[in-house]
């Protein structure tokens, strides 16, 4: 059973940072991508940051350089770092796996990611 586990979300300030970190298990996931999706109240889940095995990432445009992904293939772990965070950064974060077809490559397709993660709350206050 494949179990991705988030940790790190919280309340911050305006401009402040957050570290979210994704820890999986049950699957080794080096070989695949792993991402960052996100959902605000009444929206849409949409993409934040994704980054394959070998290091490949996509960015959604709203990051403008702020967010960084990285991951620990031993670990089978992802990390989401967050720097100048707005309140439209407001939002449940979900930690995602890539299936089959992101095998060493980079998808910003969310249908491509196949475990998905609880979620975690992050609100940012202005």
């Known amino acids: 059973q494949v179990q991705l586990v988030e940790s790190g979300g919280g309340l911050v300030q305006a401009g402040g940072s957050l570290r979210l970190s994704c820890a999986a298990s049950?699957?080794?996931?080096?070989?695949?991508?792993m991402g960052w999706f996100r959902q605000a109240p009444g929206k849409e889940r949409e993409l934040v940051a994704v980054?394959?095995?070998?290091?490949?990432?996509y960015y959604a445009e709203f990051v403008e350089g702020r967010f960084t992904i990285s991951r620990d293939n031993a670990n089978n772990t992802v990390y989401l770092q967050m720097n100048s965070m707005k309140p439209e950064d407001t939002a449940v974060y979900y930690c995602?796996?890539?299936?089959?077809?992101?095998?060493?490559?980079?998808?910003?397709?969310?249908?491509?990611?196949?475990?998905w993660g609880q979620g975690t709350q992050v609100t940012v206050s202005s």
């Open positions: 995602a796996a890539g299936g089959s077809v992101t095998y060493f490559r980079v998808s910003h397709l969310a249908r491509e990611y196949v475990n």
């Open positions: 049950g699957r080794t996931l080096s070989a695949y991508a």
């Open positions: 980054m394959s095995s070998g290091g490949s990432t």
